[in-house]
Each structure stands twice: as structure tokens, then as C-alpha cells.
């Protein structure tokens, strides 16, 4: 059998020119010349005996997808072994690429930056505010190492677990019919237009799920895969929408009324990594203060349920 001769400067050269789409580009983030560029690309290709990258377009071939995927994560745990060795000898340091969807962000992400920069201030973090949807890809696709998920989630290749539930409730602006309501019942939501989470996200489903369990079914105004937008406008006052209680921060007022909905599911939200991949001492620090924080009720906005066991996967 032939021994392969790959190294990971040529495994870095290619993923470079095929996220900047050229020789040049690559050359220019590399900080080198093109014709070195070039040469790592022939010499990795030569040794694996397939083309990589279409000359013609300067896109990936099926074979250079896969070698592209494995080249991140291969420089992923290249980034991760220095960084665990340094932390070893000195102050644990690194990057890490935490994704969340908003709602969680808006109140974990303060705490968590205040008590890096204090105990931890080597490690540098990258937030990512995106849906479930995205941040899963992001998290398969090695571009992400942890995120905050609306569960469930159903990907075999990332561990998850939960961390609390959180209340839905209602926001319903002034003008509304149910707006002088003191509390309402699921039977009373299927009577209204409402804004809601598009089909086929987690915090969509569950609700649909157990109101099709009672014989209810909900009328959409109009459907959002994204929490954010939903919220914003049910408090500007386009419509009334069932949303997390997080995304009521507790200093705001309006001309909208919160209402609690008698039967109202909860939403669960995890934590997500990659299963294949071993945490660096910068992820597993960051892991360890997100637990902390979920835990803790005097950071967590009211309506947050802590889980302090739950079963691996979701």
C-alpha cells in the first residue's frame, strides 16, 4: 500500500482557495504567493489521486467537498490540541464559536461575556445569533462549537442536552380582541389569527403537537422562522403572538398586554456539540459557565425552569 504524504499546510490551502473562490484570494488569507497556492493544491491532489477543485470555476468537486469538511475539522483539532497544551502551562485561551437563538442570547450572552473577561479573559468569544435550523448546520458543518437550541432536535451527529424549560405566553397589543382578557384557554386561541413560528421548526411543532392532542388547531396571520421578528411585531402592535417568556425583557412596556394561556406548552432549550469531536479547555470552560448560568435565579428572566438531569441526546 502507498503511504499518503498530507500535511496540513496543504489541507489549509486548499480550504482557502475554495472559500475565496480562487487561487489568488487563497494566496492573499494565506499570506503567501500564488504559485505556492497552486502547488500545495497539485501536490494534495497528486496524493490522493483525484481533483479537488474545477480549474474551470474554482468550486469543489464531490471529491474536494469531502476532503474539505475533514481538512476543517482536522485544523479544528490541529487549533484545539495547541490551545489545550498552552492551557496546560498557562492561562486557558482560545476561541470559541457559540451559536444561540435570539431570545437566549439576549439574556445569556451578558453574563456569560461579563465572567470570561473577569476569570477568563484569555478566551475570546464568537456569538452567533441565528434559528435552530441554521445553527444546526452551522454546528454539522464544524463553523460553529456549541450553540443554545430549541429542542427537540434530531441530528445524529451532535450531542445534546437539555437545559431548562422556559413558559410561552401571549402578546397581545392594545385593539386587540383578547386584549381585556385577565386569562385565556387553548380553546380561546383557535378562535384568533395569531403570529406564530413557521411549520416545521421545534417550537412550532411541540405547540401543534399537543393542541392536536386536545382536537385544537391554530390559525396563523402569518408564520416567521425566527423568534425575533414575531416578537417585534406583536409588540409594535401587528398582531398577537405566542412567544417565549425571555423575549419579554422585564424593563419593557408598551401598548401590549402579556396574557398567561391556561395548558400552554412549554418550549425546551439544549445545548449542542459536535459528537465526534473532543472539546477543547476554552469549550468546556464555556459549556461549564452556560450550565451555571441556566441554573442560577437571579440571572434567568422569570418564566425559565432549569433542567438540572436530563437524558443524553434529546
Known amino acids: 500500500m502507498t503511504q499518503r504524504q498530507v500535511d496540513r499546510r496543504q489541507l489549509r490551502t486548499l480550504v482557502a482557495v475554495i472559500e475565496q473562490r480562487s487561487f489568488s484570494g487563497a494566496a492573499r488569507v494565506l499570506g503567501t504567493v500564488q504559485s505556492n497556492v497552486s502547488a500545495h493544491v497539485a501536490r494534495l491532489e497528486r496524493e490522493l489521486g483525484v481533483d479537488l477543485i474545477d480549474r474551470a470555476t474554482t468550486a469543489a468537486t464531490p471529491e474536494g467537498v469531502v476532503v474539505l469538511e475533514r481538512a476543517r475539522r482536522i485544523e479544528q483539532e490541529f487549533e484545539a490540541l495547541e490551545a489545550d497544551v498552552v492551557s496546560l502551562r498557562e492561562t486557558i485561551s482560545g476561541e470559541v464559536r457559540l451559536g444561540a437563538i435570539g431570545t437566549t442570547a439576549r439574556w445569556m450572552v451578558p453574563p456569560l461575556l461579563e465572567t470570561l473577561r473577569r476569570d477568563h479573559p484569555a478566551i475570546r468569544l ?183 438531569e436530563s437524558p443524553a441526546g434529546t
Request: proline residues 6%.
Open 126 to 308: 464568537v456569538v452567533l445569533d441565528a434559528t435552530t435550523s441554521s445553527l444546526v448546520l452551522g454546528l454539522t458543518a464544524s463553523h460553529l462549537d456549541v450553540a443554545l437550541l430549541n429542542l427537540p432536535v434530531d441530528e445524529p451527529e451532535l450531542d445534546v442536552r437539555a437545559l431548562f424549560d422556559e413558559d410561552r405566553v401571549l402578546v397581545v397589543p392594545d385593539g386587540h380582541p383578547l386584549v381585556d382578557q385577565g386569562a385565556l384557554t387553548l380553546e380561546d386561541l383557535a378562535d384568533h389569527e395569531l403570529l406564530l413560528e413557521a411549520r416545521g421548526t421545534a417550537f412550532r411543532d411541540v405547540l401543534d403537537k399537543q393542541l392536536a392532542d386536545r382536537g385544537i388547531e391554530l390559525t396563523a396571520q402569518a408564520e416567521f422562522d425566527g423568534m425575533r421578528l414575531l416578537t417585534s411585531l406583536a409588540f409594535s402592535g401587528f398582531g398577537a403572538g405566542i412567544v417565549p417568556a425571555s423575549a419579554v425583557p422585564a424593563n419593557l412596556s408598551g401598548p401590549w398586554r402579556i396574557i398567561p394561556v391556561e395548558g400552554l406548552p412549554s418550549r425546551q432549550v439544549g445545548l449542542g456539540t459536535r459528537r465526534r469531536t473532543m472539546l477543547t479547555a476554552a469549550q468546556r470552560i464555556v459549556i461549564d459557565l452556560i450550565t451555571k448560568i441556566s441554573l442560577d435565579g437571579e440571572l434567568t428572566p422569570a418564566g425559565i425552569h432549569p433542567v438540572t
